[in-house]
């Protein structure tokens, strides 16, 4: 019905606030990553680098506290069986949306303060248990129509050892990268 793939599902109740929850999150980590970038750069003598990780450091905590609105929407918005039913994912799932929430709050609470260490490892960690908890609810939400258990397993190695040789030479190339940024080489006859 829809060739040019134009075919949104805007009858699930659960798509803008899923939507928003990942368009939030995203300032929020890019504001952190602000943070740590000008953090860094503090430590090598920036001057100007405290103005950068308090804007920084202010849009992570703002952000991450609309998030915090935003995902209760979300929850709120999800069909009531999946946080009730009897699925094996369901206590898993509500554990590590907890241990997400919770670790929010000081990188919140940090944040304000301009911590960027504790702030960014309060916020890696309850990022991971949002990431557990986003596949957690994949799970328990395609319980009726699919399950993991369902597909076949062919054990393959030749893409294996094709990845692995390219994550060997990608790790090379990003080691020889840094070390020649941070320790060029300079060409003495080039030298005016």
């Known amino acids: 019905d829809h060739p040019q793939g134009m075919l949104l599902n ?13 368009i939030v999150g995203a300032v929020a980590i890019g504001g952190l990553s602000i943070a740590v970038y000008f953090y860094w750069r503090r ?11 308090a804007s920084g450091c202010r849009w992570f905590s703002r952000a991450t506290l609309i998030n915090m609105g935003v995902g209760l929407w979300f929850l709120l918005s999800l069909p009531t069986d ?14 590590t949306l907890g241990g997400g929430v919770a670790l929010s709050i000081p990188a919140i609470i940090f944040g304000w303060a301009h911590r960027v260490a ?17 596949t957690l609810l ?4 395609l319980a ?4 993991v258990s369902q597909l076949p397993v062919t054990p ?22 840094i070390r020649l940024v941070l320790h060029p080489k300079i060409d003495e006859a080039a030298q005016p």
């Open 43 to 53: 430590s090598q003598g920036e001057e100007a680098a405290d103005d950068w990780i």
């Open 10 to 22: 805007l009858d699930d109740p659960t798509m803008l606030p899923r939507f928003l929850h990942f």
């Open 144 to 147: 009726p129509w699919f399950s």
């Open 138 to 141: 994949r799970t328990a939400l």
């Open 82 to 95: 999946i946080l009730t039913a009897p699925h094996p994912a369901t206590w898993p799932f509500l554990l």
């Open 118 to 134: 504790p702030t960014f490892f309060c916020a890696m960690g309850a990022l991971t248990l949002m990431l557990a908890a986003r």
């Open 156 to 177: 393959s190695l030749s893409p294996l050892f094709f990845f692995l040789g390219f994550l060997t030479g990608g790790i090379v190339l990003i080691v020889w990268l």
